[in-house]
């Protein structure tokens, strides 16, 4: 499994890079309690993380500036139908709204997060994935990549978000859109998104080839590989 390299990634900070990584190697965060296999019906905190009240901006370094006349969305790979979006079209389908928590690996969850843009479902029904499709590939501005089962996408609250609490998304947030997929950490939820690849075999993204793991599901503490 290798990071796709189709955007040279040389403005990434090295040091923010390496201490990442050396904490997913040494294993920082991870709580000594067992694994749950389920989330408990009362729990909305996961293990190991805070909660916090505002909205810290974690990336590579790299901001790109991406104006929504020039942004543009590519879903391919492994779909019956694959689009490109430019701004018009993609403000042009329904419009799908969802509010839900948001957990980051570094430990910091914040809840109630209102999101408005295209529903997962919504785009999964447009480019019809073939039935080999099993994971598909984010691809952003920055250059960065994120990995994920296809049936992860597949669910009622992950979305391509273009607005947070009523607000266009900013720049530093990921805007003009970014993927939000709840129920995972939050590296998952690629910001400045361009592309969707829809692949068969699972390819490791960004931090998933740095020591994240390739899955990284909050409630049973899949932080690190
Ligand atoms: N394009 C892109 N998306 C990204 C990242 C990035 O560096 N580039 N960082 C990820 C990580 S590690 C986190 S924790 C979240 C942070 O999102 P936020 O800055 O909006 O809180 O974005 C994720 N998506
Ligand atoms: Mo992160």
New binding site residues.
């Given amino acids: 499994m290798s990071e796709s390299d189709d955007t040279p990634l040389d403005a990434v900070r090295p040091k923010l890079v390496e201490t990442?990584q050396r904490w997913a190697a040494e294993g920082r965060l991870l709580t000594d309690k067992p694994v749950k296999p389920h989330r408990l019906p009362d729990q909305r905190l996961p293990p190991g993380q805070h909660l916090v009240q505002d909205?810290?901006?974690?990336?590579?370094g790299?901001q790109p500036d991406v104006p929504p006349e020039r942004w543009r969305l590519q879903i391919d790979g492994l779909v019956d139908r694959p689009i490109a979006l430019d701004w018009a079209a993609f403000k042009g389908q329904p419009r799908f709204h969802d509010v839900s928590d948001?957990h980051?690996?570094?430990s910091w969850s914040r809840y109630d997060n209102a999101w408005e843009g295209v529903g997962a479902k919504h785009l999964l029904a447009l480019v019809q994935p073939k039935p080999e499709a099993r994971f598909i590939v984010f691809h952003?501005?920055?250059g960065?990549t994120?990995n994920l089962p296809l049936a992860e996408f597949d669910r009622d609250d992950a979305l391509l978000a273009d607005s947070w609490q009523g607000e266009p998304l900013t720049r530093?947030?990921?805007g003009p859109v970014?993927a939000i997929v709840p129920q995972l950490?939050?590296?998952?939820?690629?910001?400045?998104?361009n592309r969707i690849e829809f692949i068969a075999a699972d390819r490791s993204g960004?931090?998933e080839v740095r020591g994240y793991h390739d899955h990284g599901d909050p409630w049973t503490e899949e932080r690190y590989s």
């Fill in positions: 990442k909205w810290p901006v974690l990336d590579l790299v948001m980051c690996v570094t952003s501005y920055d960065y994120t530093v947030h990921g970014r950490y939050l590296w998952k939820s690629a910001k400045w998104i960004f931090w």
